[in-house]
């Protein structure tokens, strides 16, 4: 499931990648509460440096307190330069 899980992400070079795997994550949720549950224990890591927002002076953060995913607008020069994941 895990794997799964893993290619649920865009890839640029094969971007049906992502739907195929949404799919098969779907079929084999259904009916099978051991799965749903260890899905829903699942909790983000870290985010992400993404090329594109970083052009754009934004950054995605991982909010530690609420773990949620935070959009937040970086300094000029200083995108990626703050701490991983930070608050």
Known sequence: MDVLLSNCQMD????????????AVRAMTQGHAGIQAHIAGLAAQDAVASPELEAMGMQLRLDRGTGKMRLVQVAAGQAGAGAPGGA
């Open 12 to 23: 640029g070079q094969n971007p049906v990648a992502q739907q195929w795997a949404l799919w």
